[in-house]
């Protein structure tokens, strides 16, 4: 509920394969917790401009996608795109640099908020 800021009107659209435990816990088990809509996209390929399309047609609230990803779309320069609905963009993983974070807060007027999880913290 607070780290992806759900809530019972939002529609959440979160990247990860179904490969990764990001999956369960963004498409699935948090949106379930919250009463939130999943929003679901068949998308074999990363493209920046789907993903832009994507959040332009669609009244996604809530964003998640890997570091990687938000690389992508701010050299793709989504600033022509508009996404009204959208309101919270989450990542985590790996660190984004400052001038990707201030990229998007530039192109979006949103911030990307970075987490990290058992992935990150684990110590052999």
């Given at each position: 509920r607070y780290w992806l800021n759900l809530t019972p009107s939002d529609i959440m659209w979160n990247t990860s394969d179904t490969g990764w435990v990001k999956a369960a816990w963004s498409s699935v088990f948090s949106p379930w917790i919250c009463g939130s809509c999943v929003f679901v996209h068949n998308?074999?390929?990363?493209?920046?401009?789907?993903?832009?399309?994507?959040?332009?047609?669609?009244?996604?609230?809530?964003?998640?996608?890997?570091?990687t990803a938000f690389r992508m779309l701010v050299q793709h320069d989504v600033s022509s795109y508009k996404f009204p609905t959208l309101k919270h963009c989450v990542t985590g993983g790996e660190a984004l640099n400052p001038e990707v974070l201030a990229k998007w807060k530039i192109q979006t007027g949103l911030d990307i908020h970075e987490?990290?999880?058992?992935?990150?913290?684990v110590r052999l």
């Open positions: 998308m074999p390929q990363f493209k920046p401009e789907v993903i832009a399309e994507t959040l332009s047609k669609y009244p996604i609230t809530t964003f998640c996608t890997a570091p987490g990290y999880g058992q992935t990150e913290t």
